[in-house]
């Protein structure tokens, strides 16, 4: 008898261990995206008329934006199609031995640690054009410190 209540104690000590194993990664996942907001457009013009947060220096024409934000704070990233490959007016050259923050958001379709391609800054973004196609992601510590509003 004693044996068998053994046997099932270590059966339910080993189910809730696998399951353990796999509910922690999964809440810990869930816990650092669920802030995470991403979209995609057609156009600049209807992707700023539909999310505030849209950098405004996005040109109207530009095609096929992604955009992904954390909801609780300014970490932003951005790809789009530019019809000439060239970055707005507004955008700066990044001077000589700037080091630009690396982007805090993933996403499939960003290239992740993009910080050694950045050659300007659009606002509050570091940028980068490869042919037509921009990247650009904007850092938390940069957009606090503008004192911009969320959303």
Same mark, same amino acid.
């Given at each position: ?19 353990? *194993? %796999?509910?922690?990664? !999964?809440?810990?996942? $869930? ?13 600049? *013009?209807? +992707? ?12 109207? &024409?530009?095609? &096929? ?9 300014? #970490?932003?990233?951005?790809? +789009? ?14 001077? !000589? ?8 958001? !993933?996403?499939?379709? %960003? ?15 570091? *940028? ?7 990247? *650009? $992601?904007?850092? &938390?510590? #940069? $957009?606090? +410190? ?6």
């Amino acid at each position: 008898m004693k044996s068998k209540i053994l046997i099932g104690v270590v059966a339910g000590a080993a189910v809730l261990g696998v399951g353990a *194993a %796999f509910a922690v990664p !999964a809440a810990r996942s $869930w816990a650092e995206t669920r802030h995470d907001e991403t979209s995609r457009y057609t156009t600049g *013009a209807e +992707a700023k008329a539909d999310r505030k947060s849209m950098p405004r220096w996005l040109p109207d &024409d530009a095609r &096929d934006v992604h955009y992904a934000m954390k909801t609780t704070g300014g #970490d932003r990233i951005l790809k +789009a199609t530019l019809p000439d490959g060239t970055l707005p007016a507004s955008c700066t050259p990044l001077p !000589a031995g700037t080091t630009a923050k690396q982007p805090a958001i !993933a996403a499939s379709w %960003f290239p992740g640690k993009d910080s050694a391609k950045a050659t300007a800054r659009c606002g509050l973004y570091y *940028a980068n054009t490869d042919g037509t196609t921009l990247h *650009a $992601w904007q850092d &938390d510590e #940069d $957009w606090k +410190a503008a004192g911009l509003p969320e959303g």
